[in-house]
């Protein structure tokens, strides 16, 4: 049980944390490159709010040794969204706008 809620406290954190990044670092530094920011950016915002919570397992597997973030870092399919979520953050940048 007590998993269960440090794992929905970190989701939740992600998915705030991933909003205010997309809204506020992403956005910005989209339309200075000249990517109007329109369109499904739940998508984006969701690959980043994915990209946070890898990087909230690593640092907790790190640090504090959470035997949970461990596990969940050793998964294989955890490295490959984390490389798509990387991929469709970047994504637009290359193409010069969001496709989604």
Do not use: C, D, H
Not at 41 to 68: C, D, E, H, P, Q
């Amino acid at each position: 049980m007590k998993t269960t809620f440090y794992t929905l406290i970190k989701i939740f954190l992600s998915l705030v944390i991933g909003l205010g990044l997309t809204q506020f670092i992403l956005k910005p530094i989209y339309e200075v490159l000249g990517i109007a920011f329109y369109g499904n950016l739940w998508v984006l915002w969701f690959a980043m709010a994915y990209f946070i919570y890898t990087l909230i397992n690593l640092f907790l597997s790190i640090r504090v040794g959470a035997v949970k973030s461990k596990e969940t870092l050793l998964f294989s399919i955890n490295w490959l969204l984390l490389i798509l979520a990387f991929l469709i953050i970047i994504f637009p940048i290359l193409k010069r706008e969001i496709p989604y």
